[in-house]
C-alpha cells in the first residue's frame, strides 16, 4: 500500500451516479489523490467511454470499466456510493485483490453486515451510513444527550431527503437510533417505531421514534428531538449538498490505505470517538 505522501490512485464505483461523479470531480480538486479509474454495470450508457463525458473537462485517456474487477490493477484504493447488494460485490472483489475500500452505500441487512465484517478481516474497510464531519460530531453528541436526558425524555429522530433516495430510513438515521439506544440501554429492535396512523393510543415510555419524509431534492436533513414534559432539546444537521459526504469519502480513502484490516467507521477516520 501507499506511503500517505504518495499519490494515491482512486477508483470510484457508480462513477455515472449522482454521488460517484461528484466524488470524481473533487478527486481532481484534492491534493495527494488521483482518479485513476471509474466503473458502472455493464450495461450503463457511458461504459467503456472516456471519464469525461461523466466528469466534464478534457478527455482523461481513462474509460469507464464495465466491472469492479476491471479497475483493482489500476487503484490503491476504491470509493464506493452505489447500493448494498453491489458493495459487497465489490467488497469481495476488493478484498481478493487485497485493495482497501471506502463504502457510503445504506440499507445493509443484518446479514450482509456480518459478510462485510468477515471481509474486512482481509482488508481495511470504512463502512459509515454518514462521512461528513458534522453528522459523525452528531452521533457523539445525541450519545451523550442521551446519556445526561435518560428515560424521562422521548426520543424521536427525523429525517428529509431527496425523492430519488431509495432506502428509508436513512441509513444516517439508523445510525442515530442505534447510538441513542445503546445510551439509553434499550433494543432498538424492541423499541423502534417506524410509523404512526389511527388511534394508535399513548406512546410507550421507552419508544424510539424515526421518521422519513422524501421531498424535492433535498440533499440530507436529521434532528433528534428529546422531549421533556416542559421543554425539549434539538440536535440538527442540514446537509447544503452532497459535497460534504464526497469530500468525507475522499478524506477516509486517503486514512484507510495506511490502515490495517479491520472494518471502521467515519469515527475512527476523524478520530472523534
Known sequence: MPNKKDNIKVAVAGIGGRMGSRIAQLIGETEGVSLSAGFESPGHAKTKKDLSEIIGGALTGIKT???????LAECDVIIDFTNAESSIKHLEAASQAGKPIV?????????????????????????????????NVMFKLAAEAAKLLGDDYDVEIIEAHHRFKKDAPSGT????????????????????????HGLIGERPKKE???????????????????????????ITHRAASRDTF????????????SQKPGLYSMQDVLGIK
Open 103 to 135: 463504502i457510503g452505500s445504506t440499507g445493509f441487512t443484518r446479514e450482509q453486515l456480518e459478510k462485510a465484517g468477515e471481509l474486512a478481516k482481509k482488508i481495511p474497510v470504512v463502512l459509515a451510513p454518514n462521512m461528513s464531519l458534522g453528522v
Open 173 to 196: 438515521a439508523m445510525k442515530l437510533a442505534e447510538v441513542v439506544a445503546q445510551a439509553l440501554g434499550r433494543d432498538l429492535n424492541a423499541v423502534g417505531k417506524y410509523e404512526r
Open 65 to 71: 470499466a464495465p466491472s469492479v474487477k476491471d479497475v
Open 208 to 234: 424510539i421514534g424515526i421518521q422519513a419524509i422524501r421531498a424535492g431534492d433535498i440533499a440530507g436533513d436529521h434532528t433528534v428531538l428529546f422531549g421533556g414534559l416542559g421543554e425539549r432539546i434539538e
Open 246 to 257: 464526497a469530500r468525507g469519502a475522499i478524506r477516509a480513502a486517503i486514512w484507510i490505505v
